[in-house]
């Protein structure tokens, strides 16, 4: 046993017909497995040390019912159910992990530093909102060029229409989108298109309907508050059982489910004073269990902290994540191109702030934070360009709007298309939310499908509350509602069609130039420049890797301009222009070529996005014909 871990639980399926149940509930007296289905008996769980219980049941297989029944009282359904088939407050269900044939087998993901993210809800990336129905539709992510999908929590939430940040059984695969052998099958597809998986885990709290931790054990604490309420005990008496019980979360996925990686929710909200983190706990054993399986994994954090510890190793301090969201850089954009239309942009009020974030992904290295109130952040040293994944949406920019509005609702194409281009050229990894990349129409609402109908007024009566202050506008949607839900789902065909065609092209030739020319497939900040003209909103990315050069120039405003800017000497030929007519452009917003010696003369349309490569000295381009 390491520290307290390293003891799985739930209904471990052993073959032959023998099941170990295994229950962690130190509250308890007696604890006993009340089996429902196909027969109804009763079987005593022994007591073992630090409040764990456990026992060998024969004549127990997969698709067996059962709950725990709690010192001959309350039966409830087991905290590490793999299955829950009738929802969040009925019987868990005995699976066999075994059971399912994989064909995975060779199967290696990408290397960090060559990860294009696509993020997607299950509910709404198809009109089914299954997993099975997202197989068919793998080869469009690999026609856009993307090689990873980042799926939103898919943890048993109550109902059957959530974003999955409500979950309450964090090992059992949401039975509406097709449970545990559902997602099997979609990982195993994934890996036949040449698709990594990474799953949206949520360890920082759990929803409120259907959640029973707290009847077992000491899952949460009163000592700290998150938006949440109670904290996740993870350092408090007792926490080594509720270490134990995440921990074996993610190595249930990473076995069971043959997943590549975890991006970890809010990681910020998980308060931790011990001296050795839950975290790098965390962290530490899923890299030494993927070793084991001989196989790769990548854990990305979400953090609101701009502290470089997340993602430096444990030998440096460190919580040992290999990548962590990069908000500033989404806000230093945004506040660019919309202007700071709620309190939540207000930090950000310079060209300089987007200059900064082009550096380095983040804004806040330290300095004064008006918005916090307080100074915020630590430089990113001894950190790497493909340590930072950027976008320009995502589930909680679009989806927490009043009514959610994405991009394309909120600025025309040409900046649309200015925007992908900077995020997807830049040094960092790129993440996309599901219908950017065709400029999809329908927005990304709140939505809920709770049983609690007091839970349901408040959840309603909070969604006005939190929009109170956007004075003229109209209420948001009723989060429970299921048109809320239908208004949100994709339409994925529109992107043969127009200009949602156009966009589409070039989503695919910016990501198909992240490979082609080396000074942009290698990400570093190091072999970076970035210029910046504040008055006239003008951005240059001058990237290298040895002797291959490309210039990535940006107009972000509505007059022409010319960019002034030193640069290694040669002729510059252009590779790719979003003013393009084959992306709905007005048919170019910069010269073919230019010369550079070393001083070079930019003139640059209204919302131009250009890319340019240095040629050869015989003339030709480092990285040949691409076909972008």
Same mark, same amino acid.
């Given at each position: 046993?390491?520290?307290?871990?390293?003891?799985?639980?739930?209904?471990?399926?052993?073959?032959?017909?023998?099941?170990?149940?295994?229950?962690?509930?130190?509250?308890?007296?007696?604890?006993?497995?009340?089996?429902?289905?196909?027969?109804?008996?009763?079987?005593?769980?022994?007591?073992?040390?630090?409040?764990?219980?456990?026992?060998?049941?024969?004549?127990?297989?997969?698709?067996?019912?059962?709950?725990?029944?709690?010192?001959?009282?309350?039966?409830?359904?087991?905290?590490?159910?793999?299955?829950?088939?009738?929802?969040?407050?009925?019987?868990?269900?005995?699976?066999?992990?075994?059971?399912?044939?994989?064909?995975?087998?060779?199967?290696?993901?990408?290397?960090?530093?060559?990860?294009?993210?696509?993020?997607?809800?299950?509910?709404?990336?198809?009109?089914?909102?299954?997993?099975?129905?997202?197989?068919?539709?793998?080869?469009?992510?690999?026609?856009?060029?993307?090689?990873?999908?980042?799926?939103?929590?898919?943890?048993?939430?109550?109902?059957?229409?959530?974003?999955?940040?409500?979950?309450?059984?964090?090992?059992?695969?949401?039975?509406?989108?097709?449970?545990?052998?559902?997602?099997?099958?979609?990982?195993?597809?994934?890996?036949?298109?040449?698709?990594?998986?990474?799953?949206?885990?949520?360890?920082?709290?759990?929803?409120?309907?259907?959640?029973?931790?707290?009847?077992?054990?000491?899952?949460?604490?009163?000592?700290?508050?998150?938006?949440?309420?109670?904290?996740?005990?993870?350092?408090?008496?007792?926490?080594?059982?509720?270490?134990?019980?995440?921990?074996?979360?993610?190595?249930?996925?990473?076995?069971?489910?043959?997943?590549?990686?975890?991006?970890?929710?809010?990681?910020?909200?998980?308060?931790?004073?011990?001296?050795?983190?839950?975290?790098?706990?965390?962290?530490?054993?899923?890299?030494?269990?993927?070793?084991?399986?001989?196989?790769?994994?990548?854990?990305?954090?979400?953090?609101?902290?701009?502290?470089?510890?997340?993602?430096?190793?444990?030998?440096?301090?460190?919580?040992?994540?290999?990548?962590?969201?990069?908000?500033?850089?989404?806000?230093?954009?945004?506040?660019?191109?919309?202007?700071?239309?709620?309190?939540?942009?207000?930090?950000?009020?310079?060209?300089?702030?987007?200059?900064?974030?082009?550096?380095?992904?983040?804004?806040?290295?330290?300095?004064?934070?008006?918005?916090?109130?307080?100074?915020?952040?630590?430089?990113?040293?001894?950190?790497?360009?493909?340590?930072?994944?950027?976008?320009?949406?995502?589930?909680?920019?679009?989806?927490?709007?009043?009514?959610?509005?994405?991009?394309?609702?909120?600025?025309?194409?040409?900046?649309?298309?200015?925007?992908?281009?900077?995020?997807?050229?830049?040094?960092?990894?790129?993440?996309?939310?599901?219908?950017?990349?065709?400029?999809?129409?329908?927005?990304?609402?709140?939505?809920?499908?709770?049983?609690?109908?007091?839970?349901?007024?408040?959840?309603?009566?909070?969604?006005?509350?939190?929009?109170?202050?956007?004075?003229?506008?109209?209420?948001?949607?009723?989060?429970?509602?299921?048109?809320?839900?239908?208004?949100?789902?994709?339409?994925?065909?529109?992107?043969?069609?127009?200009?949602?065609?156009?966009?589409? @092209?070039?989503?695919?030739?910016?990501?198909?130039? @992240?490979?082609?020319?080396?000074?942009?497939?290698?990400?570093?900040?190091?072999?970076?420049?970035?210029?910046?003209?504040?008055?006239?909103?003008?951005?240059?990315?001058?990237?290298?890797?040895?002797?291959?050069?490309?210039?990535?120039?940006?107009?972000?405003?509505?007059?022409?301009?010319?960019?002034?800017?030193?640069?290694?000497?040669?002729?510059?030929?252009?590779?790719?222009?979003?003013?393009?007519?084959?992306?709905?452009?007005?048919?170019?917003?910069?010269?073919?070529?230019?010369?550079?010696?070393?001083?070079?003369?930019?003139?640059?349309?209204?919302?131009?996005?250009?890319?340019?490569?240095?040629?050869?000295?015989?003339?030709?381009?480092?990285?040949?014909?691409?076909?972008?």
């Amino acid at each position: 046993m390491d520290r307290g871990v390293g003891i799985p639980v739930g209904a471990l399926y052993q073959g032959e017909g023998r099941c170990r149940f295994r229950v962690w509930a130190p509250k308890a007296r007696a604890v006993a497995v009340a089996l429902q289905a196909p027969e109804s008996r009763l079987v005593l769980l022994e007591a073992r040390e630090r409040g764990y219980w456990e026992a060998l049941v024969e004549g127990v297989g997969p698709g067996a019912r059962y709950k725990y029944r709690l010192d001959g009282q309350r039966e409830l359904p087991d905290p590490a159910s793999r299955s829950q088939p009738e929802g969040v407050h009925g019987p868990s269900e005995v699976v066999d992990p075994a059971a399912f044939t994989w064909s995975d087998q060779g199967w290696s993901p990408p290397a960090r530093a060559r990860l294009a993210l696509y993020e997607l809800h299950v509910g709404t990336f198809t009109p089914e909102g299954t997993f099975e129905a997202i197989i068919p539709r793998l080869g469009y992510l690999r026609q856009l060029g993307v090689n990873a999908i980042e799926l939103m929590p898919v943890a048993q939430f109550p109902g059957a229409r959530n974003w999955g940040y409500d979950g309450v059984y964090p090992y059992a695969a949401q039975q509406s989108y097709g449970g545990p052998a559902g997602l099997a099958r979609l990982v195993d597809a994934c890996h036949r298109a040449g698709l990594a998986v990474i799953l949206d885990v949520v360890y920082n709290h759990l929803g409120p309907e259907g959640n029973y931790l707290s009847q077992f054990g000491n899952y949460f604490t009163e000592r700290y508050q998150t938006p949440w309420g109670a904290a996740v005990n993870v350092d408090g008496p007792e926490s080594d059982g509720v270490r134990n019980y995440f921990i074996e979360n993610a190595l249930y996925w990473l076995e069971a489910l043959h997943l590549d990686g975890f991006r970890l929710d809010a990681i910020h909200a998980i308060v931790d004073q011990s001296a050795v983190p839950f975290l790098r706990q965390l962290t530490g054993m899923v890299r030494q269990r993927a070793a084991e399986l001989g196989r790769g994994v990548v854990l990305i954090a979400e953090s609101d902290l701009n502290d470089p510890r997340v993602i430096h190793e444990p030998p440096l301090g460190g919580l040992g994540f290999d990548a962590q969201w990069a908000d500033d850089f989404h806000h230093a954009l945004e506040v660019e191109l919309i202007g700071a239309q709620s309190p939540y942009f207000t930090d950000y009020d310079s060209f300089g702030d987007l200059a900064r974030a082009m550096r380095q992904a983040i804004v806040y290295t330290g300095q004064y934070a008006p918005r916090r109130r307080r100074h915020f952040g630590a430089p990113p040293e001894q950190t790497a360009a493909d340590q930072f994944v950027v976008f320009i949406q995502n589930h909680d920019q679009v989806g927490n709007r009043a009514h959610g509005e994405r991009l394309g609702q909120l600025v025309p194409l040409p900046q649309r298309k200015l925007a992908a281009c900077a995020y997807l050229l830049s040094p960092f990894l790129p993440l996309l939310f599901m219908g950017e990349e065709y400029g999809e129409p329908h927005p990304f609402l709140y939505f809920t499908s709770h049983g609690d109908q007091r839970l349901v007024e408040a959840v309603r009566r909070g969604r006005i509350a939190e929009f109170a202050h956007f004075a003229g506008q109209p209420e948001p949607p009723d989060p429970q509602a299921e048109a809320t839900y239908e208004r949100s789902k994709l339409q994925l065909d529109l992107h043969a069609e127009g200009e949602h065609a156009a966009l589409f @092209r070039l989503y695919q030739a910016l990501l198909g130039l @992240r490979g082609a020319l080396p000074a942009l497939a290698r990400l570093s900040k190091e072999d970076l420049e970035v210029v910046s003209r504040a008055p006239e909103k003008l951005l240059a990315l001058h990237r290298w890797d040895g002797p291959s050069h490309a210039l990535v120039a940006l107009n972000l405003s509505g007059e022409p301009h010319v960019l002034l800017l030193e640069l290694p000497v040669g002729r510059w030929v252009k590779r790719l222009d979003a003013a393009e007519a084959r992306f709905a452009g007005p048919g170019a917003s910069g010269p073919d070529d230019f010369e550079a010696g070393p001083l070079a003369t930019l003139p640059l349309a209204p919302w131009a996005a250009v890319v340019y490569e240095l040629a050869s000295p015989d003339g030709g381009l480092p990285s040949g014909d691409a076909g972008t």
